[in-house]
């Protein structure tokens, strides 16, 4: 009995040691990945970083998530302001000025601009058109990153219809049809970099990918009878009833990926939004044949994010103001 006790002191004496040896070493890896993605140039770390810092969780199951209201963080080197309402950008105010054309922008982290200059995004690249024009126009940027059509379509109508656009431009993406879970993971996820660097590099390996598994992927998210075409369809068609009971016009833009824009594979996605918007009224805008042929790294915002650049919203503008542009009817007209 008296030589178990220091046997049992010995086996707690090495596992309080190898605990401490853990900690210490996670401790040193988490401050070596911290210096290391300090150059903002980790397009993983920087959309943890932007859920950390710029995201709350919402009251409403169906968002998930929402923009903390006036807050701001620097990602990607670039400096993104939310202002009260939760979109980006700086104030606005609460009614729409008299004359005053309000086009609302809805949509994911492209439709946000994630990695572009605020005054090189989409809104406002519109809004400057729009104003050069002489047009009484004023654009409001509502994307939110990892949102699909359900959570953009419900966070207007919860959340925004109050600012009682005049217009709504939907920036449509393949990912508007996937189901997506709620996230924020567990206490390491949401604190550690190391964790998250292990936890995406795990997913990389073992999860399939590349383009025929994408496309797989979406062929299933679209097809006929599948649960997430009906959520889609059911979104889309709140929308237009609201649309039509307050005279908003609606304007689908339809953004490619642009991982492969000369042998596109997800052509698929663009037919289901077409009959989706001849159905509804809404007035639909293809963005591939603006980006048909160019290579990735021309319309990237950096190695490894394949977001939109400030060129690709370049092309995004020029491509829908004409569009935008040819309604010039008063505020509040019907579509």
Excluded at 105 to 122: C, H, K, R, Y
Excluded at 262 to 279: E, I, K
Excluded at 294 to 313: I, K, S, T, Y
Excluded at 314 to 335: C, E, H, R, Y
Aim: with cysteine; proline share 6%; hydrophobic share 45%.
């Amino acid at each position: 009995m008296a030589q178990s006790r220091p046997a049992g002191r010995q086996l707690l004496f090495s596992i309080l040691s190898l605990l401490i040896t853990l900690i210490v070493a996670f401790g040193l890896g988490e401050a070596l990945i911290r210096l290391k993605n300090a150059s903002m140039q980790n397009y993983d770390i920087e959309m943890w970083r932007y859920a950390k810092e710029l995201k709350v969780r919402s009251a409403d199951p169906r968002l998930g998530f929402e923009h903390a209201p006036d807050s701001q963080a620097t990602l990607e080197s670039v400096l993104v302001r939310i202002n009260s309402w939760g979109l980006r950008g700086g104030p606005v105010t609460d009614k729409p000025l008299p004359g005053v054309r309000r086009i609302l922008l809805l949509g994911n982290s492209i439709a946000f601009g994630w990695g572009v200059p605020e005054d090189e995004t989409l809104s406002a690249l519109l809004q400057n058109r729009f104003t050069d024009a002489g047009q009484h126009v004023e654009v409001l940027n509502a994307g939110i990153g990892n949102y699909n059509a359900e959570r953009y379509v419900e966070r207007f109508l919860l959340r925004l219809a109050p600012l009682e656009p005049s217009d709504i431009l939907v920036l449509a993406f393949a990912r508007d049809g996937e189901e997506l879970d709620s996230g924020g993971g567990n206490f390491l996820l949401r604190h550690s970099e190391l964790a998250v660097t292990i936890w995406i590099a795990s997913h990389r390996l073992f999860d399939p990918s590349g383009e025929k598994n994408l496309t797989d992927h979406y062929r299933a998210v679209y097809a006929s009878g599948s649960r997430s075409l009906a959520v889609l369809q059911a979104e889309y068609a709140k929308l237009a009833d609201y649309a039509k009971a307050h005279g908003i016009r609606v304007t689908v833009a339809m953004m490619p990926d642009i991982h492969n824009l000369s042998d596109y594979p997800l052509g698929f996605v663009g037919d289901t939004f077409v009959a989706m918007c001849r159905q509804l009224g809404f007035t639909y805008v293809d963005l591939l044949p603006a980006f048909k042929g160019r290579r990735p790294d021309e319309v990237w915002a950096m190695p490894g994010d394949p977001h939109p650049n400030a060129l690709g919203h370049a092309i995004m503008a020029k491509t829908i103001f004409p569009v935008l542009a040819a309604d010039a009817q008063a505020p509040g007209s019907s579509n």
